[in-house]
Nanobody, 125 residues
Framework: QVQLVESGGRLVQPGGSLRLSCAAS????????MAWFRQAPGKEREFVAW????????DYADSVKGRFTISRDNAENTAYLEMNSLKPEDTAVYYC??????????????????WGQGTPVTVSS
């Protein structure tokens, strides 16, 4: 089993930057596809970014492309989401997820079988 714990969410002003962390335990996740999703109040959970197993490939939602970067530190068994030029519409609870290493990454939340508890990000002046 894989356990995921997110951290780093907080209140930030529009235009600011933030880095979220997702620490994995239980197994090494270096070859697991991992993804970030977010859920704003009253809205469905939506895809933000994924990193393929090995971290060589990435994909981003159009709404964050060019502003957010997903990365991994395999030595630390941790994934990150670097967020720049933050907008009020980025306000949401951000969730880290992973799926079994023999599967491909996906933009669908239902494809992921390991989830963290979420970390809240608020973008407001």
């Amino acid at each position: 089993q894989v356990q995921l714990v997110e951290s780093g969410g907080r209140l930030v002003q529009p235009g600011g930057s933030l880095r979220l962390s997702c620490a994995a335990s239980g197994r090494r996740v270096s070859n697991y596809p991992m993804a970030w999703f977010r859920q704003a109040p009253g809205k469905e959970r939506e895809f933000v970014a994924w990193s393929g197993g090995g971290g060589d490939t990435t994909d981003y939602a159009d709404s964050v492309k060019g502003r957010f970067t997903i990365s991994r530190d395999n030595a630390e068994n941790t994934a990150y989401l670097e967020m720049n030029s933050l907008k009020p519409e980025d306000t949401a609870v951000y969730y880290c997820s992973a799926r079994d290493p023999w599967r491909l990454p996906s933009r669908e939340a239902a494809a992921y079988n390991y989830w963290g508890q979420g970390t809240p990000v608020t973008v407001s002046s």
